[in-house]
Nanobody, 122 residues
Framework: VQLQASGGGLVQPGGSLRLSCLVS????????IGWFRQAPGKEREAVSC????????FYVDSVKGRFTVSRDDAKNTAYLQMNNLKPEDTAVYYC????????????????WGRGTLVTVSS
């Protein structure tokens, strides 16, 4: 399974961005897709996860109410809609795949893609 995140960029505080994660390989719609981020000098942290079959959504507290995860299996793509962005959201964002979201909070996922940089600054 291969993953590629895209859609990052520079945005002002309060702005929005939508990240995409294209999943390719064997049975991409089988996998839960997690989103993670790593700010400069900090450890990678979980952001959100969406399961495969029932599309349950999970969020860490810092992004609840601002970020929305979704997926379009017909396009083999998952999305992370980020609204009301804050400077502390600045990071490289990664998507990853795993059979489920059970361990996403610990950043334990089977497959990882390259990240996309999100910079929130005025």
């Amino acid at each position: 399974v291969q993953l590629q995140a895209s859609g990052g960029g520079l945005v002002q505080p309060g702005g929005s961005l939508r990240l995409s994660c294209l999943v390719s390989g064997s049975d991409p719609d089988y996998y839960a897709i997690g989103w993670f981020r790593q700010a400069p000098g900090k450890e990678r942290e979980a952001v959100s996860c969406i399961s495969s079959a029932d599309r349950q959504e999970f969020y860490v507290d810092s992004v609840k109410g601002r970020f929305t995860v979704s997926r379009d299996d017909a396009k083999n793509t998952a999305y992370l809609q980020m609204n009301n962005l804050k400077p502390e959201d600045t990071a490289v964002y990664y998507c990853a795949a795993d059979p489920n979201c059970v361990a996403y909070k610990y950043a334990i996922m089977d497959y990882w893609g390259r990240g996309t940089l999100v910079t929130v600054s005025s």
